[in-house]
């Protein structure tokens, strides 16, 4: 690989995560990963749904989404999510 090649993957990489820093590119990643969701016959849970609105918004970060979902599976089945927490 050329210096020349490896600059433009760089701005490329550099581009692509700015976009999704953005409320566009937030929307646009969660449409994609629902839209996969979708063809493995996944459907999210309305925590995850939640989640996903305040992600898209800028309310929450993509490492606080996916520590959300990992406490929700970490729960066990049934338990509230107060249940646990006490």
């Known amino acids: 690989m050329t210096a020349d ?3 433009r ?5 550099a581009a692509q995560v700015a976009y999704v820093q953005t409320p566009e590119g937030r929307r646009e ?5 629902m839209a996969s969701w979708g063809l ?7 925590r995850a ?3 996903i609105r305040d992600y898209v918004v800028g309310r ?3 490492e606080e989404m996916i520590a959300n979902v ?3 599976y970490e729960r066990p089945q049934g338990a509230s ?3 646990h927490d006490t």
């Open 70 to 72: 990992k406490a929700e």
């Open 81 to 83: 999510e107060t249940e």
């Open 60 to 62: 929450l970060t993509i």
């Open 5 to 7: 090649e490896r600059r």
């Open 40 to 46: 493995d016959g996944l459907q999210p849970s309305p």
């Open 49 to 51: 749904l939640s989640d």
């Open 9 to 13: 993957i760089e701005t490329n990489i």
């Open 29 to 33: 990643s969660a449409i994609d990963i």
